[in-house]
């Protein structure tokens, strides 16, 4: 296990997500993102099914920085109540876990 996080969240279009994620880098929050136009979500809301269009953002993160990100997401996203789920990264090259470590303590 390493101290390293994959943080998952969804915007409705590409300029959005490039904004919110383009900050989160600005502010030392995470290390990366990826930005995955062209996901389709199906999900029931306020009692509807709905399906959408989304762009899907991996945030590449450390535990240390999760709540930190976790608020700027919750204040920053157009989403009344976005996803975020964060999942662990078990193992990745040493290489890229030191660039984790230090993007995101800088």
Known sequence: MT????????????????????????????????????????YRWKGEVCEESEVLAFLKNTTENYPALEKALQELHPY????IIALD????????????RGTAAE
């Open 80 to 83: 009344e109540e976005p996803e």
């Open 3 to 42: 101290d390293a996080l994959v943080v998952l969240t969804a915007f409705a279009d590409e300029a959005s997500a490039r904004d919110v994620t383009r900050q989160l880098v600005e502010r030392g929050l995470v290390a990366c993102v990826n930005l995955l136009p062209g996901a389709t979500s199906i």
């Open 89 to 100: 990264i078990a193992a990745g090259s040493e290489g890229y876990l030191a660039f984790l």
